[in-house]
């Protein structure tokens, strides 16, 4: 079964630089969501899109942005990067008719 | 969304069922119970959800109790492959469906 794409799985950028992560959902899922996981940390939510509209938002920094386009792909846009944003980033999908999120393989960014 | 609690760390002897308790006694009515787990920095992967009924599928079971303030989930015969961060989440199937994490339990199974 086709799953949740992301890309890069590996990303380095130097501090102040900018990076975008690109999510690809399942197939006919509709709402996209992202997380952010710190080394030993929990996933934490970001910000979600149902329909190419933004549907919540969590701790997300205004540095960050995202959006998702007409195939329902997502991308999410990091500026002025930080050490700190050095992270997993999970992005998920899910359909209305099926509740539960399948999240993506993650990508693993590096501030240097 | 309802705050979970779960042990910090278990572990289980190959081959035998592994019990992860959650509590979540502020849970309301219209919530469910999700069980996630991550493999080393893998994404999560959905094992099971529920209401208020016991469910069971091919990974693992929910058993949510009658108050439906804590639940467990088991997996009837731990393999070594099965050894990861369990999550337990609950959340409201309407309205905003982003999952809250809190901190996990790390099954380690044991050989």
């Known amino acids: 079964a086709a799953g949740v794409i992301q890309s890069p799985r590996h990303l380095i950028k130097e501090k102040r630089e900018t990076a975008t992560l690109k999510c690809y959902p399942i197939?006919?899922?509709?709402?996209v969501y992202w997380y952010q996981q710190g080394p030993g940390q929990d996933p934490q939510f970001l910000i979600s899109?149902?329909?190419?509209?933004?549907?919540d938002k969590g701790s997300i920094p205004d540095r960050f942005s995202a959006q998702q386009f007409s195939d329902y792909h997502s991308e999410l846009n990091m500026s002025s990067l930080e050490l700190g944003d050095s992270a997993l980033y999970f992005c998920a999908s899910s359909s209305p008719r099926v509740y539960e999120q399948f999240f993506g393989p993650g990508t693993r960014l590096t501030v240097l | 969304d309802a705050k979970t609690t779960q042990p910090t760390s278990m572990d289980c002897a190959e081959g035998r069922a592994a019990n992860l308790p959650c509590n979540h006694s502020t849970i309301s009515g219209n919530e469910y119970v999700y069980w996630y787990r991550q493999i080393h920095s893998q994404g999560p992967q959905y094992i099971i959800h529920g209401l208020k009924n016991n469910e069971t599928n091919e990974m693992a079971s929910l058993i949510i109790t009658e108050d439906r303030k804590s639940s467990t989930l088991i997996l009837p015969h731990a393999t070594l492959r099965d050894t990861a961060v369990y999550y337990c989440i609950v959340r409201s199937n309407s309205g905003t469906y982003k999952y809250i994490f809190g901190t996990g339990t790390r099954l380690k199974v044991l050989a």
């Open positions: 899109f149902y329909e190419k509209m933004q549907s």
């Open positions: 197939p006919r899922h509709d709402t």
